[in-house]
């Protein structure tokens, strides 16, 4: 019901866009976010947009990642520009019903998840 596409290998510099196709029924959740997890590490929250499009950022990608979403599509985009080598990771998007608030970063409160996409960053 979340299907993300968009990943590959770039370059350090360069930039990827991610999407994420979701059900209505998902798309309609209040909280939207992408998070990534690199091999024995921890999944983090990279990204979140609430229901009246307010954004949140880890301080790790501020500057350089933007989050959005098309409801007319149904689609949750994550534009990541000035990669790193560090970026690299398995992108995850994820809904949650409730709010983002402050707790947005927190894996536990997203109720739908996708497969994941990959991103190389070398």
């Known amino acids: 019901q979340l299907v993300e596409s968009g990943g590959g290998s770039v370059q350090a510099g360069g930039s990827l866009t991610l999407s994420c196709a979701s059900a209505?029924?998902?798309?309609?959740?209040?909280?939207m976010g992408w998070f990534r997890q690199a091999p024995g590490k921890a999944r983090e929250g990279v990204a979140a947009?609430?229901?009246?499009?307010?954004?949140s950022y880890a301080d790790s990608v501020k500057g350089r990642f933007t989050i959005s979403k098309d409801t007319a599509k149904n689609t949750l985009y994550l534009q990541m520009n000035s990669l790193k080598p560090e970026d690299t990771a398995m992108y995850y998007c994820?809904?949650?019903?409730?709010?983002?608030?402050?707790?947005?970063?927190?894996?536990?409160?997203?109720?739908?998840w996708g497969q994941g996409t990959q991103v190389t960053v070398s």
């Open positions: 994820a809904a949650d019903s409730s709010r983002c608030g402050g707790t947005w970063y927190l894996h536990n409160n997203y109720n739908y």
């Open positions: 209505r029924y998902i798309f309609s959740s209040t909280c």
């Open positions: 947009i609430d229901i009246d499009g307010t954004t």
